[in-house]
C-alpha cells in the first residue's frame, strides 16, 4: 500500500520561496501511468489543484500558479518536492500530496485520489 508524507516548514515569512517535500513508501514514483500531486485547501476554502509530476517526469501547473511554482523530484529518494515562490499570507493552507492513476485538476475530494498524505499546515506570516 502506498503511503505518502508530506514534510518542511509549518511558518514561512511573506516573500519567501515555501518549500514542501513529499515522501513516498510503498511504491515507486516512477511507477508507470501514476501521477504525482499537490494539493492544497487554505482556511475556510476548498481545495485547490496546485499542480502535478508524471511518472516519466513530465510536470503540469495550474494556470494561476504557474509563475511561481515548481515540481521536481529526486527519484534515488522517492519523494517529490514542491516550491511555491513569493508567497503571501493568501498562500496559507494546508498542504498534500497525492497519487493518482490518471491527471486529475477539478479535485473536489482528496478520495478523488487513490493516496494521499495526511496534510502539513503552513502559514505564511512576518
Known amino acids: 500500500q502506498v503511503q505518502l508524507q508530506e514534510s518542511g516548514p509549518g511558518l514561512v515569512k511573506p516573500s519567501q520561496t515555501l518549500s514542501l517535500t513529499c515522501t513516498v513508501s510503498?511504491?515507486?514514483?516512477?511507477?508507470?501511468?501514476?501521477?504525482w500531486t499537490w494539493i492544497r485547501q487554505p482556511p475556510g476554502k476548498g481545495l485547490e489543484w496546485m499542480g502535478a509530476?508524471?511518472?516519466?517526469?513530465?510536470?503540469y501547473y495550474s494556470p494561476s500558479l504557474k509563475s511561481r511554482t515548481s515540481i521536481s523530484r529526486d527519484t534515488s529518494k522517492n519523494q517529490f518536492t514542491l516550491q511555491l515562490s513569493s508567497v503571501t499570507p493568501e498562500d496559507t493552507a494546508v498542504y498534500y500530496c497525492?497519487?493518482?492513476?490518471?491527471?486529475?485538476?477539478?479535485?473536489?475530494?482528496?478520495?478523488?485520489?487513490?493516496?494521499w498524505g495526511q496534510g502539513t499546515q503552513v502559514t505564511v506570516s512576518s
Open positions: 510503498g511504491g515507486s514514483i516512477t511507477t508507470n501511468g501514476y501521477y
Open positions: 509530476i508524471a511518472w516519466r517526469g513530465s510536470t
Open positions: 497525492a497519487r493518482s492513476p490518471g491527471l486529475i485538476r477539478d479535485v473536489r475530494s482528496l478520495t478523488d485520489f487513490g493516496s
